[in-house]
């Protein structure tokens, strides 16, 4: 699953290339694309046919937030291969909603994700995406589990109230 504005930015050709490369291995993986279309969006049903993955994606369009956490906790995954965020507030709604995470290993991701998701280095590589993503395709329950629970404890230091004290520990230095 991805969630976020589908734009050139959030990287979405190379996850549909790892789609593709794993449909050469046999192998079927379904994306589920949650957002509203934006730069560069237009593009992508013509990648999508292109790669011959019309059956493997689903475009959602923008989804409302009570359908949100069900399609996360529903999902075996959430990719987020961001080339740029400023912070990565969808790693934390699925961590939140028990999903775990695979994303790119720059910008403000790795601390959004705060060690609990699966981070790709190689994050314009479709090779490096689809290895992670038979990786997570393959956890057993235990490793499943763990990873929730890493990421249930990341939202928790992100809760507004930990948020707040850290703030108020700075301000009282001053």
């Excluded at 790669?51 to 399609?71: F, P």
């Excluded at 790709?120 to 956890?139: A, F, G, H, Q």
Aim: proline share 3%; with cysteine; aromatic share 10%.
């Amino acid at each position: 699953m991805f969630v976020g504005t589908v734009d050139k930015r959030k990287n979405i050709n190379v996850v549909l290339n790892a789609i593709a490369l794993a449909k050469k291995e046999g192998l079927e993986f379904k994306l589920y694309i949650a957002g509203r279309a934006a730069w560069g969006s237009q593009e992508l049903n013509s990648k999508i046919e292109e790669l011959a993955i019309h059956n493997n994606v689903k475009l959602l369009g923008y989804v409302d937030d009570k359908y949100m956490q069900e399609l996360y906790f529903n999902a075996t995954g959430f990719l987020f291969p961001s080339i740029y965020e400023g912070f990565g507030m969808p790693v934390v709604e699925a961590m939140s909603a028990g999903c775990p995470v695979i994303a790119s290993n720059n910008s403000a991701i790795p601390e959004a994700a705060g060690g609990a998701a699966i981070l790709v280095n190689d994050y314009l590589s479709p090779e490096s995406w689809l290895i992670e993503m038979k990786r997570c395709t393959n956890l057993s329950t235990n490793e499943r589990q763990e990873i929730v629970k890493y990421g249930a404890r990341r939202v928790e230091e992100l809760s507004w109230s930990r948020v707040a004290e850290k703030a108020l520990r700075v301000i009282e230095r001053l």
